[in-house]
């Protein structure tokens, strides 16, 4: 069973384990994987990344997602987005996996706040040399949501 363990202390992992952990147990019922959450301290976070994926454990920088301006949605899509990676073992960073990844937030009916997370990473020119592939992303979603 996917087991979903939130150390971040953060109401909108709570959130998300509790509306989306069911449908996630449903969906993987082979899983046994531990998948955990913590809080990514603005002292500890150098690259200024939103999120950050380290094998079985997604860490969110709260300050980062405020920057960004992500509504509670939009960070549900994004965590998505991560477990997309872990849950269907797309670890490595390729244009594929990227995909593979959003399958999850559309399977969850986060398609559209999938789109508007990328959208925003797309605004806030944080990562320019992949304007293409994140527009690619959001055509990807437009025709699986
Ligand atoms: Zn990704």
Same mark, same amino acid.
């Given at each position: 069973?996917?087991?979903?363990?939130?150390?971040?202390?953060?109401?909108?992992?709570?959130?998300?384990?509790?509306?989306?952990?069911?449908?996630?147990?449903?969906?993987?019922?082979?899983?046994?994987?531990?998948?955990?959450?913590?809080?990514?301290?603005?002292?500890?976070?150098?690259?200024?990344?939103?999120?950050?994926?380290?094998?079985?454990?997604?860490?969110?920088?709260?300050?980062?997602? &405020?920057?960004? &301006?992500?509504?509670?949605?939009?960070?549900?899509?994004?965590?998505?987005?991560?477990? &997309?990676?872990?849950?269907?073992? !797309?670890?490595?960073?390729?244009?594929?996996?990227?995909?593979?990844?959003?399958?999850?937030?559309?399977?969850?009916?986060? &398609?559209?706040?999938?789109? !508007?997370?990328?959208?925003?990473?797309? !605004?806030?020119?944080?990562?320019?040399?992949?304007?293409?592939?994140?527009?690619?992303?959001?055509?990807?979603?437009?025709?699986?949501?």
């Amino acid at each position: 069973m996917v087991n979903l363990i939130d150390k971040s202390s953060l109401p909108v992992v709570a959130s998300f384990i509790r509306l989306y952990g069911p449908t996630l147990r449903e969906f993987f019922p082979d899983s046994d994987a531990n998948i955990s959450f913590h809080n990514l301290p603005e002292s500890e976070n150098q690259f200024r990344d939103i999120l950050v994926r380290l094998g079985k454990k997604i860490f969110i920088s709260p300050e980062e997602v &405020g920057r960004l &301006g992500l509504s509670n949605p939009e960070i549900f899509a994004a965590l998505a987005h991560e477990l &997309g990676h872990i849950l269907y073992n !797309a670890d490595a960073f390729a244009p594929d996996n990227e995909q593979r990844a959003d399958t999850l937030a559309a399977r969850l009916g986060l &398609g559209s706040q999938m789109i !508007a997370v990328i959208e925003k990473i797309i !605004a806030s020119r944080r990562f320019r040399h992949l304007t293409s592939e994140l527009v690619r992303r959001i055509q990807f979603l437009q025709l699986v949501g």
